[in-house]
């Protein structure tokens, strides 16, 4: 299957920093990338969609100034978690599109970063 | 909206044993896309198996099945001969194609724990 890394898979930062992580997809291009949050014991709940060359589509209830995301490239794409609080720390897993644009395209996922604000 | 329903928090399993973990789901899009992916404690997820509303016979990878009735909305993962590294998380997700959003919902997921 397709190979998609994320850097860093922990990191623990004080309040009021802010955190970047990204996520690469290392034998393809990507074109769209979502961005996933996962609370202990819980799914997964989409944070963003990042589109390669234009701004990010969040879902309802997710603070855009607090959650930057960037898509540069076909195969990078960074979240950062600005001034970051304890209630930001959580698992963050970013996953990228592998298809053809057909509904039975296959979503790849990084391993995911541990996010945690003393 | 799309809904999926995983309602097994956690299961057992003997080795070498069948077990299937259930799955159902609700939407209003008449074509869609329903996914398994498993997530071991390392944290990352790995796609299992993928099956089309539209396709005629029921998904299989290797030692994974999906049990496919769409007239019962369900879509359930079978997993043959169990292996004790098959101990993980298992989410069941779904796309629907006509509304065009190309993310995946995820279920809560099941916790399957495989016993020697």
């Known amino acids: 299957g397709a190979v998609v890394s994320q850097h860093p898979s922990r990191v623990i930062c004080k309040s009021g920093t802010s955190v970047k992580i990204e996520c690469r997809s290392l034998?393809?291009?990507?074109?769209?990338m979502f961005w996933y949050r996962q609370f202990p014991k819980q799914s997964l709940m989409l944070m963003a969609t990042?589109?390669?060359?234009?701004?990010?589509?969040?879902e309802q209830g997710v603070e855009k100034d607090k959650f930057l995301i960037n898509h540069a490239s076909l195969t990078l794409s960074t979240l950062t978690v600005t001034s970051a609080h304890p209630e930001d720390s959580s698992f963050y897993i970013c996953s990228a599109l592998h298809g053809s644009g057909q509904y039975n395209e296959k979503l790849f996922f990084g391993s995911g970063t541990q996010l945690s604000v003393l | 909206a799309q809904k999926i329903t995983q309602t097994q928090p956690g299961m057992f399993v003997q080795e070498k044993e069948a077990v299937t973990l259930d799955c159902t789901y609700d939407t209003s899009d008449p074509s869609y896309g329903l996914f398994w992916y498993k997530q071991p404690s390392s944290g990352e997820m790995i796609f299992l198996i993928y099956q089309g509303s539209y396709d005629q016979q029921n998904a299989t990878e290797g030692r994974y099945s999906l049990n496919f009735q769409k007239a019962r909305k369900s879509a359930n993962l079978v997993i043959s001969a169990s292996q004790l590294g098959d101990s993980a998380m298992y989410f069941c997700a779904m796309r629907g194609r006509s509304t065009g959003r190309r993310a995946l919902t995820f279920g809560s997921g099941t916790r399957l724990q495989v016993q020697p």
């Open positions: 990042s589109n390669e060359g234009s701004k990010a589509t969040y």
């Open positions: 034998d393809f291009q990507a074109t769209t």
